[in-house]
């Protein structure tokens, strides 16, 4: 057990029983040209989310902590979106602007795409676990409950983009199923003002989980090599 100095008090945890969960580093998110990009969000805060993330990975993979990546994905035809009983397609980004400009349909988000794959720096290694998804939570239709129940943990570190809406539907969903969460502060990147960054922070070390920065999580992992 390790002691971490995280908001808004410190916890204790088991790194033997924890894992980082990297949301939606995909160029859709994090990449000129990608989704957020198109729709006019900024991204400008992605590089140094990006560069906080490829510093934790290597020191979690040396220690034994897995490494485990969300990634949304859809179909090329979009049967996985919802159909007309479902809110996705009238809320998703990139469902509601491929319907808007015909022209990309078939290019956001769809498997197989420039668009939905890992950026380049964070691409997944040899032993790590990848899980698609197709609703803004982790949780929501997959396998990522049993994956991690299977490997018996119970402490999750969250990474990613966009930090309002799939990392903290994921995180809440991890709350509710009895996961312990804390979020990485500067490893993650809001779809929106700053005001949603910090409305997340908020949300989270008063009712879901707990937060701390990238240089304490990289050094509590590197004391354990």
């Not at 509710?176 to 990485?184: I, M, N, T």
Request: glycine residues 8%; charged residues 15%; proline residues 6%.
């Amino acid at each position: 057990m390790i002691t971490l100095p995280t908001r808004p008090e410190p916890l204790q945890i088991d790194l033997a029983r924890a894992a980082i969960v990297v949301v939606d580093m995909q160029n859709a998110f994090a990449s000129a040209g990608g989704l957020l990009d198109l729709a006019g969000v900024d991204i400008s805060g992605a590089a140094a989310v990006t560069h906080a993330i490829a510093g934790l990975l290597p020191a979690a993979r040396a220690c034994g902590v897995p490494v485990v990546y969300l990634q949304t994905g859809y179909k090329p035809d979009l049967s996985n979106g919802g159909d007309e009983r479902s809110p996705n397609p009238r809320k998703e980004t990139a469902l509601c602007l491929m319907r808007a400009r015909p022209e990309l349909r078939g290019q956001l988000l769809v498997e197989g795409t420039w668009d939905f794959q890992i950026v380049d720096e964070l691409a997944p290694q040899a032993g790590d676990l990848v899980v698609l998804k197709t609703r803004y939570s982790g949780f929501a239709g997959t396998t990522l409950d049993a994956s991690l129940r299977v490997r018996g943990i119970q402490y999750l570190f969250f990474v990613g983009i966009a930090t309002n809406v799939c990392v903290e539907s994921t995180l809440r969903d991890a709350y509710f199923q009895e996961y312990w969460p804390l979020l990485v502060t500067d490893g993650v990147m809001q779809a929106g003002p700053p005001e949603a960054q910090a409305a997340t922070i908020f949300n989270v070390e008063s009712f879901f989980g707990w937060t701390l920065s990238a240089s304490a999580l990289h050094d509590a992992l590197t004391a354990q090599t």
